[in-house]
């Protein structure tokens, strides 16, 4: 069993900038990818950022040069940082974190984004 805990999100001004961090922790865990999603009130949940095991990153066209995905690898713990925030970033924000020792993937609680002036 794996545990994340999220931390970092907040009320932010547009244009302002929220750094994300999600720990994980838990017996048999060997990390694999680690993703950020989102999801607005009404609105599907959406892939926002993935970072792979080697270091390699996605990102979804509409984040692109304002949010950076990063690892800590010795901490388990995956950041999003959060550049020049827009009103429709608003979400609730999900790390999601692949565990290559059961297969599994598991999610976050989810922290609260709201991007308003």
């Known amino acids: 069993q794996v545990h994340l805990v999220e931390s970092g999100g907040g009320l932010v001004q547009p244009g302002g900038s929220l750094r994300l961090s999600c720990a994980a922790s838990g017996y048999l865990l060997r990390i694999g990818a680690m993703a950020w999603y989102r999801q607005a009130p009404g609105k599907q949940r959406e892939l926002v950022a993935t970072?792979?095991?080697?270091?390699?990153?996605n990102y979804r066209d509409s984040v692109k040069g304002r949010f950076t995905i990063s690892r800590d690898n010795a901490k388990s713990t995956v950041y999003l940082q959060m550049n020049s925030l827009k009103p429709e970033d608003t979400a609730v924000y999900y790390c999601?974190?692949?565990?290559?020792?059961?297969?599994?993937?598991?999610w976050g609680q989810g922290t609260q984004v709201t991007v308003s002036s």
């Open positions: 970072i792979f095991s080697g270091g390699s990153t």
């Open positions: 999601n974190v692949g565990n290559q020792y059961d297969g599994r993937a598991y």
